[in-house]
């Protein structure tokens, strides 16, 4: 796997003591802006500005704080980041979400490992059959996807909780922003990280209570 930093712990910690027992956790990634050559040599030479893509993969618990976040290369497939975003959370997991995306056995396998007791929902990539080479919660939720629909299923299993980790990049990018501002590759993890720590320590200051209206 191609990655450029990994994160030690990206949580802003409220106490010194292990978290508590984490009742979900989602997984997912976004990505970010970053620039070539400045505005002032675009401008002198006229020339086009060169933009590529860093990713960063988020763990999001239930309270919204982000457990732990990886950035790497744009090529960097989501699947291949579970298992080093797992290593940072240290407490038990009761349910992990993620989309069809992370849909293989290599990510159930890593997940069960780090998670044994966990619920496990990632609902099944498109013409995926039953095959006994699949992880046994792989197959379960095939299973319940065809025999539920995947409406019936979603609700089944709580799939809605995948959201909080859409709302985390969305927060990302409204806040922090959706560009890294520092050019060299080793220092744009650590951005993206202070981004993250900056969430978290608003995340500890109170969250907006919503009300659905209609």
Same mark, same amino acid.
């Given at each position: 796997?191609?990655?450029?930093?990994?994160?030690?712990?990206?949580?802003?910690?409220?106490?010194?003591?292990?978290?508590?027992?984490?009742?979900? $956790?989602?997984?997912?990634?976004?990505?970010?802006?970053?620039?070539?050559?400045?505005?002032?040599?675009?401008?002198?030479?006229?020339?086009?500005?060169?933009?590529?893509?860093?990713?960063?993969?988020?763990?999001?618990?239930?309270?919204?704080?982000?457990?732990?976040?990886?950035?790497?290369?744009?090529?960097?497939?989501?699947?291949?980041?579970?298992?080093?975003?797992?290593?940072?959370?240290?407490?038990d997991v009761e349910h992990v979400s993620a989309d069809?995306?992370?849909?293989?056995?290599?990510?159930?396998?890593?997940?069960?490992?780090?998670?044994?007791?966990?619920?496990?929902?990632?609902?099944?990539?498109?013409?995926?059959?039953?095959?006994?080479?699949?992880?046994?919660?792989?197959?379960?939720?095939?299973?319940?996807?065809?025999?539920?629909?995947?409406?019936?299923?979603?609700?089944?299993?709580?799939?809605?909780?995948?959201?909080?980790?859409?709302?985390?990049?969305?927060?990302?990018?409204?806040? $922090?922003?959706?560009?890294?501002?520092?050019?060299? $590759?080793?220092?744009?993890?650590?951005?993206?990280?202070?981004?993250?720590?900056?969430?978290n320590r608003f995340t500890k200051l109170g969250m907006p209570n919503s009300y659905r209206v209609a």
């Amino acid at each position: 796997m191609s990655k450029f930093a990994i994160c030690d712990r990206a949580r802003f910690r409220k106490h010194e003591r292990p978290d508590d027992k984490i009742a979900a $956790i989602a997984i997912d990634s976004m990505g970010l802006k970053r620039f070539g050559k400045d505005e002032w040599h675009q401008e002198k030479h006229k020339v086009n500005a060169k933009r590529s893509w860093r990713k960063a993969h988020f763990a999001v618990d239930e309270a919204h704080f982000i457990q732990s976040a990886v950035l790497t290369g744009k090529n960097t497939m989501d699947a291949q980041v579970v298992g080093t975003l797992c290593q940072f959370i240290i407490t038990d997991v009761e349910h992990v979400s993620a989309d069809k995306m992370y849909d293989t056995n290599a990510v159930y396998q890593t997940l069960d490992a780090h998670f044994p007791d966990a619920e496990i929902v990632i609902p099944p990539k498109d013409n995926t059959f039953a095959d006994e080479a699949h992880h046994p919660k792989r197959m379960s939720n095939l299973i319940g996807c065809f025999a539920l629909g995947i409406i019936g299923w979603q609700s089944v299993r709580q799939y809605g909780k995948r959201n909080i980790s859409e709302t985390a990049m969305q927060r990302y990018k409204k806040i $922090i922003g959706n560009t890294l501002h520092i050019r060299k $590759i080793e220092n744009q993890s650590k951005e993206m990280l202070l981004g993250c720590s900056v969430l978290n320590r608003f995340t500890k200051l109170g969250m907006p209570n919503s009300y659905r209206v209609a």
